[in-house]
């Protein structure tokens, strides 16, 4: 078991109707607020209209347009650019994963001087932020319990995942009902997102039994949860659990004391979203079988055994690498049966930048060094299967 240092600072209030509080809560950090939200589906469902209620008393100013891949150009500058031309106090992050992510990067990047890339890209540190709250409306990346994000530079096809303590977010929000007019599409989307996020702790060198515990029943629940909310998107029980299990997923609960696994299949879809801009949790899910299939071996078929039997309830009479290849299946099968397109070309990726993504991950990401090392040849096999 390894050593480990960890603190989770973030509130979570959890519930239907809980942004009751919203007020009380963002009187603890002043009365110039950032709202910042993506395309305006909290004004289809009436949350902004409710939010701009609630905090009547506030002075606001919008950054809406926040895209998914959330992009530093133009909307982590336009957020600095806001905050420090309005002197603005606390931000309120109303969306997913992806307007989370943003505004981090903006909450950071307001408090430093120089060019807020060098935060995102670990050229500097930061040394002070402005404080966030959230309200999530998508469960999907679980930021709004961790002090990381992911932020997309098009011109230069970066996207990079950056982490920084002073990004926790200091309350979240997390009403499941906000989450009931989720499209098909971005719930199983979500659901794969967060799975990978427990599979990438779950393969890895070192780990508990406790740990193993956690992270098998983790999949278990969204797996189960998330057809049901495909069944039935207003299953308040499902979607409850389904949102808190994504908020778990992320924030390293799941894997204190294991060994780091390098988190490679992350390492991977960056490429192919910062390309191509793919929903996320897609290109996961098209990945993670052919990288699965590419590092079985003597070394990492154990683990795939214990995945099998414990989360897929695989034989474990099997001869070994036998249930390493069913549970393998059986992680493309469940994908595919929630509607996820399982292959690159139906995202519209063809074979022309596997050389040229291959190499930017090779250079970029360090997997060299991941619990099954892929090398540049390693990372273009795997797109390649995955078309």
């Not at 070394?299 to 099997?318: A, P």
């Amino acid at each position: 078991m390894q050593n480990f240092n960890y603190m989770t600072p973030t509130r979570l209030i959890f519930g239907k109707d809980c942004i009751a509080q919203l007020p009380e809560v963002m009187a603890q950090f002043g009365k110039k607020v950032l709202l910042t939200y993506g395309g305006g589906s909290i004004k289809k469902i009436g949350l902004y209209d409710k939010v701009k209620t609630l905090l009547s008393d506030f002075e606001i100013i919008e950054l809406s347009g926040i895209q998914p891949n959330p992009k530093y150009d133009p909307s982590v500058l336009d957020g600095v650019r806001l905050c420090k031309e309005h002197n603005v106090d606390v931000i309120l992050a109303v969306g997913g994963g992806s307007v989370l992510d943003c505004s981090k990067a903006i909450a950071t990047g307001a408090k430093y001087d120089g060019d807020p890339w060098d935060l995102i890209s670990y050229k500097a540190k930061a040394t002070a932020s402005i404080p966030i709250v959230d309200i999530i409306t998508l469960a999907a990346t679980g930021s709004e319990y961790d002090c990381g994000g992911v932020i997309s530079r098009t011109e230069t096809n970066d996207k990079i995942g950056y982490m920084d303590p002073l990004n926790f977010p200091a309350v979240s929000f997390l009403d499941p009902t906000y989450t009931f007019t989720v499209s098909k599409k971005h719930t199983a989307a979500g659901c794969a997102d967060a799975m990978n996020h427990i599979m990438e702790q779950y393969f890895c060198e070192d780990s508990t039994l406790l740990n193993d515990g956690f992270m098998e029943t983790g999949l278990k629940s969204l797996m189960v949860q998330t057809k049901k909310c495909l069944e039935n998107p207003e299953d308040y029980t499902a979607r409850a659990e389904m949102m808190l299990t994504c908020t778990y997923g992320c924030n390293g609960i799941f894997s204190l004391g294991n060994s780091p696994s390098g988190w490679p299949c992350h390492g991977m879809e960056h490429a192919l979203s910062a390309y191509y801009d793919i929903t996320h949790g897609e290109g996961l899910a098209i990945i993670t079988p052919h990288w699965m299939k590419h590092i079985l071996s003597e070394k990492t078929v154990d683990r795939f055994v214990k995945y099998g039997v414990n989360v897929f309830s695989i034989d474990e009479n099997l001869d070994k690498f036998a249930i390493a290849e069913k549970a393998i299946q059986a992680t493309y099968d469940f994908f595919q049966s929630i509607g996820i397109p399982m292959t690159l070309r139906e995202v519209g990726i063809d074979e022309s930048r596997i050389d040229e993504m291959a190499h930017h991950v090779a250079v970029n990401e360090g997997l060299e060094n991941a619990w099954a090392p892929l090398l540049e040849k390693d990372i273009a096999a795997i797109f390649t299967a995955s078309l």
